[in-house]
C-alpha cells in the first residue's frame, strides 16, 4: 500500500469515528464477532466441553475504535486503588505484594486473618 493510499484510508476511519460520535450511533457490525473454541488443556480429554474457553473475534475496525475511545477518555475513568486487573504496569505480582503486606500488618498485630479463593481454572488456561 503507498503512502498516499495509507493517508486517505487514515482520513476516512477518522471521518467515520467522527459520525459515529456526533451520532451516537455505532453500526451493528461492529458488535458482530466470531466465537472461536480454544482447548485449555491438550492433555485432557479434548471431546470434553469443559475443556474448552470462547475467544471472540472481533472485526479490526471495531477493535480500533474501541482504542480511541479509551484514549479519548481515559483521564474521565475511576478505578480502584486496589484494583490491579487490566490497569497499564500493574499485574498478578502486584496484587499478591498487596496480599502479603496486609496478611503480614495481621498477623503482625496477632490477628486472625481470613481469605477465601476463586477457582478460576475454566476462566484462564493457567491460574
Known amino acids: 500500500m503507498n503512502e498516499k493510499m495509507k493517508t486517505s484510508l487514515i482520513v476516512y476511519i477518522m471521518i467515520l469515528f467522527d459520525?459515529?460520535?456526533?451520532?451516537?450511533?455505532?453500526?451493528?457490525?461492529?458488535?458482530?464477532?466470531?466465537?472461536?473454541?480454544?482447548?485449555?488443556?491438550?492433555?485432557?480429554?479434548?471431546?470434553?466441553?469443559?475443556?474448552?474457553?470462547?475467544i471472540t473475534l472481533c472485526p479490526t475496525i471495531s477493535k480500533l475504535f474501541e482504542y480511541c475511545l479509551l484514549h479519548k477518555y481515559e483521564s474521565h475513568t475511576d478505578t480502584s486503588d486496589v484494583q490491579f486487573g487490566l490497569k497499564k504496569n500493574l499485574g498478578c505480582s502486584h496484587a499478591l505484594f498487596a496480599l502479603r503486606q496486609c496478611v503480614n500488618y495481621f498477623i503482625s498485630?496477632?490477628?486472625?486473618?481470613?481469605?477465601?479463593?476463586?477457582?478460576?481454572?475454566k476462566a484462564f488456561d493457567r491460574v
Open 19 to 54: 459520525i459515529i460520535s456526533i451520532h451516537g450511533v455505532v453500526p451493528d457490525d461492529f458488535g458482530i464477532g466470531t466465537v472461536v473454541p480454544i482447548v485449555k488443556d491438550n492433555l485432557a480429554d479434548v471431546t470434553d466441553v469443559n475443556n474448552y474457553r470462547g
Open 109 to 121: 498485630r496477632c490477628s486472625s486473618v481470613f481469605m477465601a479463593a476463586l477457582d478460576a481454572k
